[in-house]
């Protein structure tokens, strides 16, 4: 489409300059080809969301004429491989449910409680220290929360519970709460923060307590924009791959009774992550998968819809356009519940903390002792130690979010740094990977992160360009946001699924590198059109409109005006991509890997190595491989880390370099 | 590359210095970009490297890993890519020619066979299945009928087994996997197993987690069988390359590698270096069975 639409203009503007050689004409002629250029950019995302529905479908199309759909949503058998093949996803969808569940139940307060503190009460620099924290956070790959969830998570729970295995739901949900805390923190500070200075100051000016103000003013109005920062993270939970599937222990079963945390579940993205690379093309258990996905991909979707809803809704009553719809009218009483059930998380995570550490008499008395305070306090105690109360909660459960961080940190720099050596990282990989280094796996992730960017970056930049300077509130607009949504929005391994359906079957491009880095182009695309946009909207509209006045073209306004100031947003939008294709393993491990090679790729229709695939390899399929693997692990966080760290090095100098 | 007929097109246009910096910034950038593309497309241009991709179960796995490497260590310009995927993978890349070798650790299925006739099965090794479980259970011998008990989810604590109190940890494998086939169409007769049981994508997995799971029971093939996992005999048989190949260890199989078609060139020579005294030895130093003789 884009090299034909070249020619076109190429032609007319060729036959332009012959007839009427009027610059103008021309420049007109151009203006409109670089807006088509950017629209196809922009509408790319919707296409993209379209054929991942499509392909999704026409894989799992071929079940439905074999099997009904009722068993399927409701059998309660996975035995994909038998005769008669059972495939009865019912185990694995509730086991998505209740992980997720479990999840958000121990992730909301303590992500909260975080966001309230860093945005009413820390420091600057002490709230500085978190948001990093909360960066890096997010910024460790998915296959490093599994492997320490594998190493040192499974075995806490089954030395700590007395159960039989610690590969069960608590486990899945555990990490699931940390992977998902950085999202519900980002979004419910944003929307804590954006609460408008008069209600906080009008609240103090009648004499409330600063903690009054925080609890009564401050978050009720804020809580559409928390809500929409829950919602958000249970969709990043529920499409979570690699973490899940290494800690779960994936037994096709449910709780009995629903409550106990200790039974080993499957997810449907766990089922998907261990089967669909195993799975012979064209076979029933095939289509199955494909049906799992699109369970899936419907879930998140509705849930991603639900927070965009949301989020809309504040949108439009902080602009004020005329429709004054409230927002949802939230009765007293569910705000009440909502208070309740946060303080009550809290001080359950809190007493097992407590629990762990000193044993359980003392977190018994512990717990005794803070029911009958609260009792007091609510009635006796004087306001400000109430406040004191309740900023320590709070600035204990910020201080949680470090700690969680550093154990991790801890865990895998102790137990890798022993590994690294020269030779680790220059040789090729011998013994399976037990000896010899990483070099091709090294290799393999910056070719496909550089091929991923090369795809995603004009076409995001331009999609970026074209929301922020050509599109007008409308239809059109709307459905385009919608599908860069629910692109950001899709789990990683249905990008694998369709990478899988469309490249490497559907395109015949095989198992291979391109495959690899068109997948995540695609993933990446919504990250770097996103922070184009903003960039671009961050311009002051004054400068675009001086440049258009001394008679600049649009286009030409918007390449040396608008662009330029903008440089450093994309730039760090772009290299926030790079970290996050470098960590991924879902999309590419059926995508594009391979389990080890000596050799470098030679075209890109050779397989690669890729680090995070390495770490998956060494930490469950090779006996032995367990030291190694941390080194890996080492080796992969410190290179994501330090592109997240250049991220936001050169935002802050933007920062302070700009001042219009 | 409409991108670069913009940069082209405006960096003539540009006067102004800034702009020129930027657009030289931007253009440093699409030409790096575009050069990482393209240093893709023509490689190194060594004509002569002999490319063998391998791909299937992850039992089978190790033994061309290691002949792979082996044979690479003589033949400098050979690159042998071996990945996993399980047995139903090998027998259809082999199949489809998406690998030159497919590995399989359960035969091919006669609807396998009868979908694309012209595969050819080679026997590399035989094997036996050990039942391993964790190194302080006392259990040390179980009849294949409590085993079946045990995956069927009948006998669900090591008691009834003669062992300690202690709920059993049902270990097996993925759907896919050539070893759960091999395994359950000799000890659970076409029963399905307990739905409680953990499934592990390799046999590596298993063993970690046997060797991590007090209560855990679990089955490798006799090349992982290492002293972190307790080996139990079966039907008071232990496994070994004497009692597996006389036939009185009853879990045994044969694992394979796959051609679509006779094998030729390169893909012979690859086989033939595994069927040869070297290649056999390889097959014994990890642990499983040669069936030629050995260097």
Same mark, same amino acid.
């Given at each position: 489409?884009?090299?034909?639409?070249?020619?076109?203009?190429?032609?007319?503007?060729?036959?332009?300059?012959?007839?009427?050689?009027?610059?103008?004409?021309?420049?007109?002629?151009?203006?409109?080809?670089?807006?088509?250029?950017?629209?196809?950019?922009?509408?790319?995302?919707?296409?993209?969301?379209?054929?991942?529905?499509?392909? =999704?479908?026409?894989?799992?199309?071929?079940?439905?004429?074999?099997?009904?759909?009722?068993?399927?949503?409701?059998?309660?058998?996975?035995?994909?491989?038998?005769?008669?093949?059972?495939?009865?996803?019912?185990?694995?969808?509730?086991?998505?449910?209740?992980?997720?569940?479990?999840?958000?139940?121990?992730?909301?307060?303590?992500?909260?409680a975080?966001?309230i503190f860093?945005?009413q009460l820390a420091p600057?620099?002490?709230?500085?220290?978190?948001?990093?924290?909360?960066?890096?956070?997010?910024?460790?790959?998915?296959?490093?929360?599994?492997?320490?969830?594998?190493?040192?998570?499974?075995?806490?729970?089954?030395?700590?519970?007395?159960?039989?295995?610690?590969?069960?739901?608590?486990?899945?949900?555990?990490?699931?709460?940390?992977?998902?805390?950085?999202?519900?923190?980002?979004?419910?500070?944003?929307?804590?923060?954006?609460?408008?200075?008069?209600?906080?100051?009008?609240?103090?000016?009648?004499?409330a307590t600063k903690w009054q103000t925080i609890s009564r003013?401050?978050?009720?109005?804020?809580?559409?924009?928390?809500?929409?920062?829950?919602?958000?993270?249970?969709?990043?939970?529920?499409?979570?791959?690699?973490?899940?599937?290494?800690?779960?222990?994936?037994?096709?079963?449910?709780?009995?009774?629903?409550?106990?945390?200790?039974?080993?579940?499957?997810?449907?993205?766990?089922?998907?992550?261990?089967?669909?690379?195993?799975?012979?093309?064209?076979?029933?258990?095939?289509?199955?998968?494909?049906?799992?996905?699109?369970?899936?991909?419907?879930?998140?979707?509705?849930?991603?819809?639900?927070?965009?809803?949301?989020?809309?809704?504040?949108?439009?009553?902080?602009?004020?356009?005329?429709?004054?719809?409230?927002?949802?009218?939230?009765?007293?009483?569910?705000?009440?519940?909502?208070?309740?059930?946060?303080v009550?998380?809290a001080g359950?995570?809190l007493?097992?903390?407590?629990?762990?550490?000193?044993?359980?008499?003392?977190?018994?008395?512990?717990?005794?002792g803070i029911? &009958?305070f609260v009792i007091i306090n609510r009635t006796l105690l004087k306001q400000k130690i109430q406040e004191y109360l309740a900023f320590g909660t709070l600035s204990l459960a910020s201080l949680?979010?470090?700690?969680?961080?550093?154990?991790?940190?801890?865990?895998?720099?102790?137990?890798?740094?022993?590994?690294?050596?020269?030779?680790?990282?220059?040789?090729?990989?011998?013994?399976?990977?037990?000896?010899?280094?990483?070099?091709?796996?090294?290799?393999?992730?910056?070719?496909?992160?550089?091929?991923?960017?090369?795809?995603?970056?004009?076409?995001?930049?331009?999609?970026?360009?074209?929301?922020?300077?050509?599109?007008?509130?409308?239809?059109?607009?709307?459905?385009?946001?919608?599908?860069?949504?629910?692109?950001?929005?899709?789990?990683?391994?249905?990008?694998?699924?369709?990478?899988?359906?469309?490249?490497?079957?559907?395109?015949?491009?095989?198992?291979?590198?391109?495959?690899?880095?068109?997948?995540?182009?695609?993933?990446?695309?919504?990250?770097?059109?996103?922070?184009?946009?903003?960039?671009?909207?961050?311009?002051?509209?004054?400068?675009?409109?001086?440049?258009?006045?001394?008679?600049?073209?649009?286009?030409?306004?918007?390449?040396?005006?608008?662009?330029?100031?903008?440089?450093?947003?994309?730039?760090?939008?772009?290299?926030?991509?790079?970290?996050?294709?470098?960590?991924?393993?879902?999309?590419?491990?059926?995508?594009?890997?391979?389990?080890?090679?000596?050799?470098?790729?030679? &075209?890109?229709?050779?397989?690669?190595?890729?680090?995070?695939?390495?770490?998956?390899?060494?930490?469950?399929?090779?006996?032995?491989?367990?030291?190694?693997?941390?080194?890996?692990?080492?080796?992969?966080?410190?290179?994501?880390?330090?592109?997240?760290?250049?991220?936001?090095?050169?935002?802050?100098?933007?920062?302070?370099?700009?001042?219009? | 590359?409409?991108?670069?007929?913009?940069?082209?097109?405006?960096?003539?246009?540009?006067?102004?210095?800034?702009?020129?910096?930027?657009?030289?910034?931007?253009?440093?950038?699409?030409?790096?970009?575009?050069?990482?593309?393209?240093?893709?497309?023509?490689?190194?241009?060594?004509?002569?490297?002999?490319? =063998?991709?391998?791909?299937?179960?992850?039992?089978?796995?190790?033994?061309?890993?290691?002949?792979?490497?082996?044979?690479?260590?003589?033949?400098?310009?050979?690159?042998?890519?071996?990945?996993?995927?399980?047995? &139903?993978?090998?027998?259809?890349?082999?199949?489809?020619?998406?690998?030159?070798?497919?590995? &399989?650790?359960?035969?091919?299925?006669?609807?396998?066979?009868?979908?694309?006739?012209?595969?050819?099965?080679?026997?590399?090794?035989?094997?036996?299945?050990?039942?391993?479980?964790?190194?302080?259970?006392?259990?040390?011998?179980?009849?294949?009928?409590?085993?079946?008990?045990?995956?069927?989810?009948?006998?669900?604590?090591?008691?009834?087994?003669?062992?300690?109190?202690?709920?059993?940890?049902?270990?097996?494998?993925?759907?896919?996997?050539?070893?759960?086939?091999?395994?359950?169409?000799?000890?659970?007769?076409?029963?399905?197993?307990?739905?409680?049981?953990?499934?592990?994508?390799?046999?590596?997995?298993?063993?970690?987690?046997?060797?991590?799971?007090?209560?855990?029971?679990?089955?490798?093939?006799?090349?992982?069988?290492?002293?972190?996992?307790?080996?139990?005999?079966?039907?008071?048989?232990?496994?070994?390359?004497?009692?597996?190949?006389?036939?009185?260890?009853?879990?045994?199989?044969?694992?394979?590698?796959?051609?679509?078609?006779?094998?030729?060139?390169?893909?012979?020579?690859?086989?033939?270096?595994?069927?040869?005294?070297?290649?056999?030895?390889?097959?014994?130093?990890?642990?499983?069975?040669?069936?030629?003789?050995?260097?």
């Amino acid at each position: 489409m884009k090299p034909s639409s070249l020619l076109a203009f190429v032609a007319t503007s060729m036959a332009l300059q012959s007839s009427d050689d009027s610059e103008y004409k021309i420049r007109k002629v151009k203006e409109k080809a670089i807006h088509a250029f950017l629209f196809v950019c922009a509408i790319f995302s919707v296409i993209v969301v379209a054929f991942i529905i499509l392909f =999704l479908f026409k894989n799992a199309y071929d079940l439905f004429a074999q099997y009904s759909m009722i068993d399927f949503v409701k059998g309660d058998r996975w035995a994909p491989t038998y005769e008669p093949a059972q495939l009865g996803a019912w185990n694995l969808i509730m086991g998505s449910v209740l992980v997720t569940t479990g999840a958000m139940t121990l992730s909301i307060p303590l992500s909260l409680a975080t966001a309230i503190f860093i945005s009413q009460l820390a420091p600057p620099k002490l709230s500085g220290f978190l948001k990093l924290s909360i960066e890096l956070l997010s910024g460790v790959p998915s296959v490093v929360y599994g492997f320490f969830g594998l190493m040192v998570l499974t075995n806490w729970i089954r030395i700590k519970f007395d159960q039989p295995t610690g590969e069960t739901l608590l486990a899945g949900s555990i990490i699931l709460a940390i992977m998902a805390m950085p999202t519900i923190i980002t979004v419910a500070e944003d929307a804590i923060s954006a609460v408008g200075r008069e209600l906080r100051e009008g609240s103090l000016a009648l004499g409330a307590t600063k903690w009054q103000t925080i609890s009564r003013t401050i978050v009720p109005a804020a809580l559409s924009g928390i809500t929409a920062a829950v919602i958000l993270g249970m969709g990043r939970a529920v499409g979570e791959t690699m973490a899940v599937m290494m800690v779960t222990g994936n037994a096709d079963q449910l709780p009995q009774p629903w409550s106990n945390v200790f039974t080993p579940v499957k997810t449907m993205t766990g089922t998907l992550g261990m089967e669909i690379g195993e799975v012979p093309y064209g076979s029933i258990h095939f289509h199955g998968l494909f049906a799992l996905a699109i369970v899936l991909f419907l879930m998140v979707l509705c849930i991603n819809m639900l927070a965009r809803v949301i989020l809309r809704r504040i949108a439009e009553t902080q602009i004020g356009t005329g429709k004054k719809k409230k927002l949802f009218k939230i009765p007293p009483a569910v705000t009440n519940v909502g208070k309740h059930a946060l303080v009550g998380g809290a001080g359950l995570f809190l007493f097992v903390l407590i629990s762990e550490w000193f044993g359980y008499p003392v977190g018994i008395l512990v717990l005794l002792g803070i029911v &009958s305070f609260v009792i007091i306090n609510r009635t006796l105690l004087k306001q400000k130690i109430q406040e004191y109360l309740a900023f320590g909660t709070l600035s204990l459960a910020s201080l949680s979010v470090v700690i969680i961080l550093g154990i991790i940190l801890f865990d895998i720099v102790s137990k890798g740094l022993p590994v690294l050596s020269w030779e680790f990282l220059t040789e090729v990989p011998r013994d399976m990977g037990r000896e010899g280094g990483i070099k091709p796996a090294i290799v393999g992730t910056f070719l496909l992160v550089l091929g991923a960017i090369a795809f995603a970056l004009p076409v995001g930049v331009g999609a970026g360009i074209y929301i922020s300077e050509y599109a007008k509130e409308g239809r059109v607009l709307k459905i385009v946001r919608a599908g860069i949504d629910n692109l950001n929005g899709t789990p990683s391994i249905v990008f694998g699924l369709f990478g899988f359906a469309f490249f490497v079957l559907y395109l015949n491009m095989g198992v291979s590198l391109i495959a690899g880095q068109l997948t995540l182009g695609l993933m990446v695309l919504p990250t770097i059109i996103r922070t184009t946009e903003e960039a671009l909207k961050s311009v002051p509209q004054a400068l675009r409109e001086g440049s258009l006045a001394l008679g600049a073209s649009k286009w030409q306004t918007i390449w040396r005006v608008v662009i330029p100031p903008a440089f450093p947003g994309i730039i760090t939008g772009t290299i926030l991509s790079i970290g996050r294709a470098g960590g991924e393993t879902a999309p590419i491990m059926f995508v594009a890997v391979t389990y080890m090679s000596r050799k470098l790729p030679e &075209s890109i229709f050779d397989r690669v190595m890729s680090l995070p695939y390495m770490i998956y390899i060494l930490a469950t399929e090779v006996p032995g491989g367990i030291e190694r693997g941390y080194g890996v692990a080492l080796v992969l966080m410190i290179l994501v880390l330090a592109m997240y760290g250049t991220a936001a090095i050169i935002r802050q100098r933007f920062v302070k370099k700009t001042r219009w | 590359m409409p991108l670069l007929w913009v940069l082209g097109e405006y960096a003539m246009l540009s006067k102004t210095k800034k702009t020129t910096k930027f657009l030289a910034a931007f253009g440093v950038l699409a030409v790096v970009v575009t050069a990482g593309i393209f240093a893709g497309c023509i490689g190194k241009g060594g004509g002569d490297t002999v490319t =063998l991709t391998v791909a299937g179960s992850t039992t089978v796995l190790p033994i061309v890993q290691q002949c792979a490497d082996a044979y690479m260590d003589k033949h400098d310009n050979w690159d042998i890519q071996v990945s996993g995927g399980g047995s &139903s993978v090998g027998v259809r890349s082999a199949a489809e020619k998406t690998a030159d070798i497919g590995m &399989s650790s359960r035969d091919v299925k006669a609807s396998e066979f009868a979908e694309w006739p012209s595969l050819e099965v080679h026997i590399i090794a035989a094997d036996g299945l050990a039942v391993i479980v964790h190194n302080n259970n006392p259990v040390d011998s179980l009849s294949t009928d409590h085993i079946k008990k045990i995956y069927t989810g009948i006998i669900t604590n090591w008691q009834e087994v003669g062992g300690a109190n202690m709920p059993i940890v049902v270990v097996g494998r993925d759907s896919n996997s050539g070893t759960r086939a091999s395994f359950e169409e000799i000890v659970l007769d076409k029963e399905l197993p307990t739905s409680s049981m953990l499934e592990k994508n390799s046999n590596g997995a298993v063993k970690e987690t046997v060797a991590q799971t007090p209560g855990a029971i679990g089955y490798v093939g006799l090349g992982y069988l290492d002293n972190s996992v307790t080996t139990v005999a079966v039907d008071d048989v232990i496994p070994t390359t004497g009692t597996v190949l006389d036939g009185s260890y009853p879990i045994a199989r044969n694992l394979f590698v796959i051609t679509n078609g006779e094998a030729k060139g390169p893909i012979k020579e690859f086989i033939d270096f595994m069927l040869s005294k070297e290649g056999q030895k390889i097959v014994k130093d990890e642990g499983f069975i040669p069936v030629g003789p050995t260097a």
